[in-house]
């Protein structure tokens, strides 16, 4: 991270100038997946053009981009996918991606281009196989590995919930003799697209859930690799589904863009208000209206993370007594 960057950062830190240093973008809706608690499937009725694409991302380079998640959907879905990576890894942009990961191995020359491949995965093989159809195990892992060989860093990711806490251990004993790490997070009812969709069947009861979690902290103290949270999202999934209160960097250095070109501060907020629109407004208008007000239902495992070193809350990285 070069100087301009941190003192941009250190600029919105204290609430003097934001910057859309870090940027989340779902490129497409379209998903070669049909998993069913998702309501992500089909493409965005506007989803941007290529060119829309490349020019809203110059012009957040130039606000001071210099980290983007591609997400989906799944992105390697986007029939302009390689495109928009090239484009981003030509101006330094350190790019990463949200994938099923089933689309890895023939995307391989866009892959290779990342820096970090993260992979979902909903338990062993039958847990995984049951969400998201027959046969999307094998694929996921052989995704994993074919970016894994092509020298890109992989991290899987696993939501918790009531369709695998019995197999969690199962998957974190794949994970470690494979050598991959995993960021476990507890499932929650979706605040995607600002609709009406119900996915409390799928969460946990918040004691059991807490149980689960409690394995998992003791797997990770105990040395073990596959743990790849960081002890503040442990920590603070130990409070779940109970509000606790976060510092957030959501609108100051970070914002999430959907297909359509809107804008938001964050990813996990309702989306009803579709205003902040960079095809229509530009980038810097967009970013500039954004909402800076952090929320106490942070539960996603690197967002919390990010927050409490963004808020200097050095000792919730650390383990507890």
């Known amino acids: 991270m070069g100087p301009v ?3 941009r950062g250190v600029a919105a830190r204290l609430g003097l100038r934001p910057a859309p240093i870090s940027l989340g973008f779902e490129i497409t809706h379209l998903c070669n997946l049909e998993c069913s608690y998702c309501d992500r499937h089909t493409p965005a009725p506007a989803e ?3 060119q829309q694409i490349l020019a809203a991302l110059e012009e957040f380079h130039a606000l001071g981009l210099r980290h983007i998640s591609l997400d989906g959907g799944e992105p390697l879905a986007h029939r302009s996918v390689a495109e928009v990576v090239s484009f981003l890894v030509e101006r330094d942009v350190r790019v990463f991606m949200n ?3 089933i689309l890895v191995p023939r995307r391989i020359d866009v892959v290779r281009r990342l820096a970090r491949v993260k992979i979902s995965l909903d338990g062993p093989g039958g847990c995984h196989d049951a969400m998201r159809g027959a046969g999307s195990w094998d694929k996921a892992v052989r ?3 074919a970016a894994r060989e092509a020298g890109v860093e992989v991290e899987l990711t696993c939501v918790v919930g009531r369709h695998n806490a019995d197999h969690i251990d199962e998957l974190l004993d794949f994970a470690r003799a494979r050598g991959y790490g995993v960021v476990l997070q507890p499932a929650r009812n979706s605040l995607f697209l600002g609709n009406d969709r119900d996915g409390s069947s799928f969460q946990l009861e918040p004691e059991r859930l807490r149980d689960v979690f409690a394995r998992i902290e003791a797997r990770k103290r105990s040395g073990d690799p596959s743990i790849a949270n960081g002890w503040a999202s442990l920590r603070h999934y130990r409070r779940f589904p109970d509000d606790v209160e976060l510092p957030c960097a959501a609108g100051w250095i970070n914002a999430t863009l959907d297909p359509e070109g ?6 996990q907020v309702d ?8 095809v229509r407004l530009g980038v810097r208008a967009a970013f500039e ?3 800076r007000r952090g929320c106490t239902q942070c539960w996603c495992a690197r967002v919390v993370e990010e927050n409490h070193a963004w808020g200097g809350r050095f000792l919730r990285m650390l383990p507890p007594l």
């Open 143 to 145: 995704g994993a590995d």
């Open 262 to 267: 809107n804008l938001y501060h964050c990813g």
């Open 48 to 50: 941007m053009t290529l």
């Open 5 to 7: 960057t941190i003192a």
């Open 271 to 278: 989306r009803s208000d579709r205003s902040h629109n960079v």
């Open 99 to 101: 994938t099923n990961g």
């Open 289 to 291: 209206g954004l909402t």
